[in-house]
Every structure is written in structure tokens, then in C-alpha cells.
């Protein structure tokens, strides 16, 4: 059963365009929620994470929104660039149990 | 910075062959998974080792096995493999104690089964 549902499956946008990622999960016991960037022939590598107290959390141009009582978070990625041209993941992580969301595949435009 | 060394990029086996994957981490973590990746079906777990020597069942455990002799090497074994085992694998650590901390991964394996 996916216990993590990421939308949407791809998304283009123009240079300097916002993309939003968004994702809800099932379990509400899952207390750290991070996103993860990957780019082709890469491991996926962590880009940002919020737990659940908190509604919102930014570093750089990437800010998480975070929706408790929803069960959804979301990724923004600010004046989006073409190097931001990867796959994004979402997860949800209770101890060891790490639940990952189906992936976005993001392309910026020049 | 964490370094996860998964020691092939790319392998090409064929059907019913015995199949090595092998991961190592130099930062002392006692966690590490392993990942298969398939598109538009995300990360899924396949097994994960909390020490050495002990081992735990993922979401697809069948038709593979895992070995960890020593804290930083952590192989998967594909014991007799088929051409639905074709994927990304990724291995991926993290430390014990880690609740701000999620997992490193390795920059995977892409394993073709002809």
C-alpha cells in the first residue's frame, strides 16, 4: 500500500517559475518528513526536511510547507533554475520505517 | 559528509545467475537499506541491517538476501536472478541515533538481467 501519494508525476516549468510538489501521507505516527533531489545517474541526495510542529521551513530557494492537520506537505522551489532540473522525492520517516512518495520529474526551461 | 560506496555502476547478468551487490560507508552508521528504484513506482524497501550480522525484511523481501559481516559493508544477494530484478538499486545509511538525521544513499547500481 502506498502510504505516501506525490503529485504530480512531472511538471515544466519556465526559468524563474515556482514549482510546487505536493505530497499527503497515511500514518500520522511518521514524525520527520524530508525531500530529496536526484539527479540522473545519482543517488538521491537530501535537500531539505521539517518535522511536524513546524508549518513551514525554508533554506535558500526551496521552502517546505507543512499541513498537520491535512496530512500534506509540500515543496516550493523559488525563481526555479535549469539546474533544478532533476526528480524529487518526497518521504515520511517513523524510526527506521522511511516511506518514500512515487517521485516528481521537474524540468525548468530557459 | 557521509560517503556511501556502492562498488558497481552498472552490471549485466543473465538469468539465473547468482548476483552480488555490494555497499560500503565510511561514517560508523549501524543502520543500511537497500532500495530498489523503478520509475513511477519510487524507492522500495528491500532489507535493512541495524548491526552486524542481524538483518530485517522489507516491503520485497523475495528472491533476495543480504549479508553484513562487518558494520560498513552491507551486499545484496539476488540467489538466482530474474529479468524482473532489472532495476536501480540503491544502498543507502544512517547513524543509530538519528532522528533529525535521514538516510545517505549510495549513487546506485543499475542492474540489467538479460
Known amino acids: 500500500q502506498q502510504q505516501v501519494k506525490q503529485s504530480p508525476q512531472s511538471l515544466i516549468v519556465q526559468k524563474g517559475g515556482i514549482p510546487i510538489i505536493n505530497c499527503a501521507y497515511e500514518?500520522?505516527?511518521?514524525?520527520?518528513f524530508p525531500w530529496y533531489q536526484q539527479f540522473p545517474g545519482k543517488g538521491p541526495a537530501l535537500l531539505i526536511a521539517?518535522?511536524?510542529?513546524?508549518s513551514e521551513k525554508k533554506e535558500g530557494r526551496f521552502t517546505i510547507s507543512f499541513n498537520k492537520s491535512a496530512k500534506q506537505f509540500s515543496l516550493h522551489i523559488m525563481d526555479s533554475q535549469p539546474g533544478d532540473s532533476a526528480t524529487y522525492f518526497c518521504?515520511?520517516?517513523?524510526?527506521?520505517?522511511?516511506?518514500f512518495g512515487a517521485g516528481t520529474r521537474l524540468t525548468v526551461k530557459p | 559528509d557521509v560517503k556511501v560506496t556502492q562498488s558497481s555502476r552498472y552490471l549485466v547478468k543473465r538469468t539465473g545467475e547468482k548476483v552480488f551487490l555490494e555497499c560500503v560507508q565510511d561514517?560508523?552508521?549501524?543502520?543500511m537499506f537497500w532500495y530498489r528504484q523503478d520509475p513511477g513506482l519510487g524507492l522500495r524497501l528491500i532489507y535493512f541491517?541495524?548491526?552486524?550480522?542481524?538483518?530485517e525484511k522489507g516491503d520485497i523481501p523475495e528472491g533476495y538476501s543480504v549479508s553484513r559481516e562487518k558494520k560498513e559493508r552491507f551486499s545484496l544477494i539476488l540467489e538466482s536472478a530474474s529479468t524482473n530484478q532489472t532495476s536501480m538499486y540503491l544502498c543507502?545509511?544512517?547513524?543509530?541515533?538519528?532522528?533529525?538525521?535521514?538516510?545517505?544513499f549510495g549513487d546506485g547500481t543499475r542492474l540489467s538481467i538479460l
Open positions: 543507502a545509511s544512517r547513524p543509530w541515533d538519528s532522528r533529525d538525521q535521514p538516510q545517505h
Open positions: 500514518n500520522t505516527a511518521f514524525d520527520y
Open positions: 521539517i518535522r511536524p510542529d513546524v
Open positions: 518521504a515520511a520517516i517513523l524510526n527506521n520505517d522511511m516511506r
Open positions: 561514517m560508523d552508521h549501524e543502520n
Open positions: 541491517s541495524y548491526d552486524v550480522k542481524m538483518k
